[in-house]
């Protein structure tokens, strides 16, 4: 899930634990455990002090023994053990005490070994009583600390997290998720604080200062799903069995989602027909939280800015609320109901919860498009991600590193992508029943990818449907989730035969960047409609790619003889991409410009998305992408925007390398960037209130003032002007607002200002559209003094977990990197020493430098960086492995640049409309254009695919296209 440098006194860290002196053997290389023992329950006790940070506990832990053995080997770490006791289960009920020979700590694997003077038999129950000191811990793992600020004063708390092995910093146990059993928790607290775990309270025991709470046994779980907290937070002021905890300051803060969260997890006992298994829920907003929520059973645990809204807050918070809740209540199925086996199978759990985020919250509000938000985020986002060597959806990971670094897109997002693309193969009614058996087949036990396929085939056969092609979904399935990748689909039409060709292959950016399987080939039913029918809603594929073959024939219908286009990939469900032959391109183009609405808007997004991606891998050329995007003057839906801005994206990280042509690059995205500001502000200012409305004004907000578009920095000033005269300004429109205010001003004023606000206000909101402000100043002063509070500690205005959201808002200018990097050259060692998570933010800082950094001058400076002999080892590697993307990035420029110059003289200039002959509708030229369309010149990077076509071929081509169809761009 995510990496940590642990920080622990010396003590703890050399601490040999062991009963007799004998030397330790160590297992090495041996990260699981064996299976010669299980659990069957635990009993735990917890005393955690807020004073001295430490923690005393007891661990009670009843083990079956399945192979004769006289050793019981657990997971621990970072914990003294100060004794051990073990008691074997008689025949008569009683229990006999066998004796210990030693116990030993297996540092390197995380492990405990308890070794017994005798061997115990197979079947027999052994009861395990450990006790153990520890540390509170600072890295917001295991039992860690957090805290925040009330009436100026410093509160404290220790709250937990375990996923993915971090239970065994807590206490002693079988730290894998196959292990589930049911827990029995109790929690000493100093009087006047709250103690809560999964369960709700059962008793309380009071003592003269500290009372000892009990909660009741939980189902059977992982270790992972286990949690406590320790402090003085408050629940929301709702009579309700879901509570929303938070301190008393942040109390008005929960209404929003104390009034959504029951409508969430309604929506999923809907959909499963299972009633949510546990008493209560609580949700928790942890001022410390490395993830961004965790789904411990009963008891989710969020960071601030997920869970707390204030009534102003912008409605782009509240949606992103709304599904983080909505992902962490679809875990209380799929993850703490039903467990993945190892974490090889971790997409079991993250891939649903990543789908239900969004399709399970478009269920309780319709009017979000979800789907839509889903293909642009989740599904777009997944194709960039992967199209660089990847692990397949189910991986092999051994090391607690490993398994930490499966926690990524290809586990939630591409998982998603893929279970969405079975969705639509087996119909929706089908899906949900196949998910309701595996669900109610596993209930309370583990399962692996084979379970779930195994339902759905066995849902099948009894509604007698079949996928297609002969495929069990246990064959398609594990087709797209243990191979890595994704493929690209060349699509070309024989108009001799009426055939469409599909060719596949597995698309990629950089070759260097890992070893690509070129024999690779997928299952892909196939869709596809025309421009003589625009059938975009039929998903049933009429045919399928052969694996055996790279190459596809598709008939067609006689009808489809005359056609102007095509589009293969209906809405965009299958997970691939598609490239044309350049006549289609252009044909598409035409229609996008005439009359965008006759193709479907995931089609639009997904056209976009995949042309600059295929320009970026120097499949297609970019010319095809840049006069695409021009369509989308006339375009009204907000979906296909996102794609664009993305794809926009890295061209403008890339450009500024060139003094000669970037202005006018980016004068020409902040005139399209404008566009769709103003159809914004005007849907705004005619009263549209709608969430997605609103939170496409604050995104497209901010990447229209950021390019300096005219408009949007007029209108954005006025509104700032308007706020620093005491007016309530929408708080959609704050960040940008905000940004250009800092940067427009004179003097320190506004900054200081502004850093007050965010280290002053209660709205997390309005918090962070000052913390964007403050990434906006041109002030070298001001920046680094924002940058260096990092160093601050809990008292400090920046949270840890809010270190990295801060380095990327000062990441956005070219000042801001100089910045970044002269705090990192001077503060790196101190950043190592003083964070308890210094590894992570300095890797962090590094790799956002080498991955925007364009200059020679810059690009000399982290390279001097990395190979300065007294960086430290433990960075260095990921200090290399970043600054490969210098290398990837100056190929790219090397072979695109010039051509996209180009194109932007020819292109890129003044654009008036005017009527053309062919069309009663307007459409729009560039001013002084010939009717010739200049491809962009390109120089193929090493290793990159040749275009499909000469830039001589292109030519012609589009010559051609244009003479036959009068199409004009």
Request: glycine fraction near 4%; hydrophobic fraction near 40%; charge should be neutral.
């Amino acid at each position: 899930m995510f990496k940590l440098v642990v920080v622990l006194s010396a003590a703890l860290l050399c601490a040999l634990v062991h009963g007799q002196g004998d030397p330790v053997v160590e297992k090495m290389d041996v990260f699981r455990l064996p299976e010669n023992t299980s659990p069957l329950s635990y009993v735990l006790w917890f005393a955690p002090n807020l004073s001295d940070w430490t923690v005393t506990g007891v661990t009670n832990i009843t083990v079956k023994i399945n192979d004769i053995t006289n050793r019981i080997t657990l997971n621990l770490k970072d914990l003294n053990v100060t004794g051990v006791s073990a008691s074997l289960h008689m025949n008569s009920g009683s229990y006999r005490n066998e004796p210990i020979k030693e116990y030993v700590n297996l540092t390197k694997n995380e492990q405990f070994e308890i070794r017994l003077q005798n061997s115990i038999p197979k079947d027999k129950i052994l009861l395990l009583s450990i006790n153990y000191k520890g540390y509170i811990r600072d890295d917001m793992t295991g039992l860690y600390k957090s805290s925040y600020i009330e009436n100026g004063l410093i509160k404290w708390l220790a709250v937990t997290q375990f996923e993915p092995t971090y239970a065994r910093r807590a206490f002693p146990c079988f730290d894998e998720p196959k292990y589930k059993v049911p827990f029995n928790i109790s929690v000493v607290v100093r009087k006047g604080l709250t103690a809560l775990s999964n369960m709700p309270i059962m008793k309380v025991e009071s003592g003269p200062e500290n009372d000892t709470v009990y909660f009741s046994k939980t189902p059977a779980m992982s270790t992972y799903l286990t949690a406590i907290y320790v402090g003085e937070f408050v629940p929301d002021k709702k009579n309700s069995n879901i509570k929303i905890y938070t301190h008393k300051e942040m109390q008005d803060q929960t209404e929003y989602i104390a009034t959504e969260a029951p409508k969430h997890l309604k929506v999923l006992e809907k959909y499963t027909n299972i009633d949510y298994m546990l008493p209560k829920m609580d949700l928790l907003a942890i001022p410390d939280f490395q993830a961004g929520a965790m789904e411990n059973w009963g008891i989710n645990t969020y960071r601030e800015s997920y869970l707390l809204m204030s009534s102003d807050s912008k409605a782009n918070m509240k949606i992103r609320s709304s599904a983080v809740v909505q992902h962490e209540f679809t875990h209380q199925w799929f993850g703490d109901l039903v467990t993945c086996k190892w974490w090889d199978y971790l997409w079991l759990n993250e891939g649903f919860a990543r789908y239900f985020q969004y399709f399970a919250t478009g269920m309780v509000r319709t009017s979000w498009s979800m789907d839509e938000l889903f293909v642009v985020e989740a599904f777009q986002n997944s194709l960039a991600y992967d199209q660089t060597p990847r692990h397949p959806i189910t991986a092999t990971v051994n090391t607690p590193e490993e398994i930490e670094n499966v926690f990524d897109i290809i586990s939630y997002s591409k998982a998603a992508s893929v279970l969405r693309m079975l969705k639509y193969l087996v119909t929706e009614d089908l899906f949900k029943s196949s998910l309701q058996y595996y669900l109610n087949t596993f209930s309370q036990n583990v399962a692996e990818p084979s379970d779930l396929f195994a339902s759905f085939d066995n849902v099948l056969y009894e509604a007698d449907y079949f996928l297609g092609n002969d495929l069990t979904v246990n064959e398609f399935m594990s087709n797209w989730t243990l191979q890595s990748g994704y493929p690209v689909l060349n699509i070309t039409r024989n108009a001799t035969t009426n055939t469409f060709l599909a060719t596949q292959s597995q698309f990629y950016i950089n070759k260097t960047d890992g070893i690509v399987n070129k024999t690779a080939a997928w299952h892909i039913g196939l869709t596809f409609t025309t421009s003589a029918d625009k059938n975009f809603s039929y998903f049933q594929p009429p045919i399928w790619t052969n694996k055996t073959s790279a190459l596809t024939v598709i008939p067609t219908p006689d009808i489809l003889v005359d056609i102007d286009w095509y589009i293969f990939n209906i809405q965009s469900i299958g997970l691939y991409r598609v490239n044309y032959d350049l006549d289609n391109w252009m044909a598409l183009i035409k229609q996008l410009n005439n009359t965008p609405a006759d193709i479907h808007v995931l089609n639009r997004a997904q056209l976009i998305d995949d042309a600059f991606n295929l320009a970026k891998s120097g499949q297609l050329d970019y010319s095809v992408p840049l006069h695409l995007s021009k369509y989308l003057r006339n375009e009204y839906n907000i979906t296909p925007w996102y794609s664009a801005m993305n794809g926009f994206a890295y061209l403008l990280e890339r450009m500024p390398r060139s003094d000669e042509g970037y202005a006018d690059f980016k004068s020409h995205v902040s005139s399209l960037a404008g566009t769709i500001y103003n159809k914004l502000e005007n849907l705004v200012s005619n009263n549209n209130a709608e969430y997605k409305v609103l939170s496409a004004w604050e995104t497209f907000s901010k990447w229209a003032c950021r390019l300096e578009n005219k408009y949007c920095t007029e209108k954005a000033q006025e509104y700032f002007n308007k706020w620093q005269a005491g007016e309530k300004i929408p708080a959609d429109i704050k960040d940008a607002a905000f940004c250009v205010g800092v940067k427009n001003s004179n003097g320190p004023s506004v900054f200081n200002k502004m850093f007050a606000l965010y280290n002053n206000t209660k709205s997390i909101s309005e918090k962070s559209s000052a913390e964007f402000a403050l990434g906006c100043s041109t002030n070298r002063t001001q920046l680094s003094e924002f940058i260096n509070h990092i160093l601050d500690g809990p008292k400090g205005p920046i949270k840890k977990n809010g270190i990295k959201s801060v380095v990327s808002t000062i990441s956005a200018t070219s000042l801001g990197l100089d910045v970044l990097y002269e705090f990192l050259s001077i503060n790196i060692n101190k950043t190592l020493d003083q964070l308890s998570n210094g590894e992570e933010i300095v890797t962090y800082i590094y790799s956002t430098l080498a991955s925007k950094m364009t200059k020679n001058d810059e690009i000399e400076k982290i390279k001097k960086l990395k190979n300065n002999s007294t960086l430290r080892a433990s960075v260095r590697s990921s200090f290399e492995e970043s600054y490969k993307k210098v290398d990837h990035n100056l190929a790219w420029f090397d072979s695109y640049s010039v051509g996209i110059r180009e194109w932007t003289t020819q292109y890129g200039i003044k654009e008036t409309v005017i009527e053309t002959s062919t069309s009663k509708s307007a459409t729009v030229i560039p001013v002084g254009s010939s009717t010739t369309i200049s491809p962009v010149t390109t120089q193929q990077p090493s290793g990159a695919t040749l275009n499909t076509y000469s830039s001589f071929v292109i030519v012609q081509l589009i010559i051609l296209t244009l003479l036959t169809k009068t199409l004009i761009l």
